[in-house]
């Protein structure tokens, strides 16, 4: 069984829908909790990071982490065509720079 | 643009052979990462370098080793391939709570 675990989709949504990504873990060592974005021949970007339970807001994202369930989520309202990448979600336990990733979920937004 | 530079872009080689990846990290990061992207595995971390000493090891095979030079850049070597190689090969630098990702060297091996 991986450490981390994502449906990896493609979801395919109109432009202007809200878009739920999630990722569940097993290793309760996870301290932080990431997602990044990779567009098509890119590199991953970091979109949201956060290190404890609860919700984390940044614009059109909102990143919610629940420990006790050992599950990630990243929600984006009013999705744009641009937002069409592959969502990656990355953990990794305290002290430890080594991120351990999802396998990537493909979305497309289409207008 | 990360800051990440990686070189080459693309890569074609025969099993068996052996190949060297080079990374040059964001200015004043001291930290390199090394990760292999295919698409049955994702995103795998291989192998971490901190200030030209090793710092962490992921999933990295014998055949494959890296190292950090005194200016910084790093290079990851690949020997004996096999056509399971074939992949993204991702170099990340870190700066505070954000690895920064560079390009990527796809690699195809035939």
Known sequence: QKEVEQDPGPL????????????TYSNSAFQYFMWYRQYSR?????LMYT???????DGRFTAQVDKSSKYISLFIRDSQPSDSATYLCAMSEWGTDKLIFGTGTRLQVFP | DSGVTQTPKHLITATGQRVTLRCSPRS????????????????QFLIQYYNGEERAKGNILERFSAQQFPDLHSELNLSSLELGDSALYFCA????????????????VL
Do not use: H, M
């Open chain 1, 42 to 46: 890119k590199g991953p970007e970091l």
């Open chain 2, 28 to 43: 004043g990061d001291l930290s390199v990462y090394w990760y292999q992207q295919s698409l049955d595995q994702g995103l």
């Open chain 1, 51 to 57: 290190y404890s339970s609860g919700n984390k807001e």
């Open chain 2, 93 to 108: 630098s870190s700066g505070p709570n954000e690895q920064f990702f560079g390009p990527g060297t796809r690699l195809t």
């Open chain 1, 12 to 23: 395919s949504v109109p432009e202007g829908a809200i878009v739920s990504l999630n990722c």
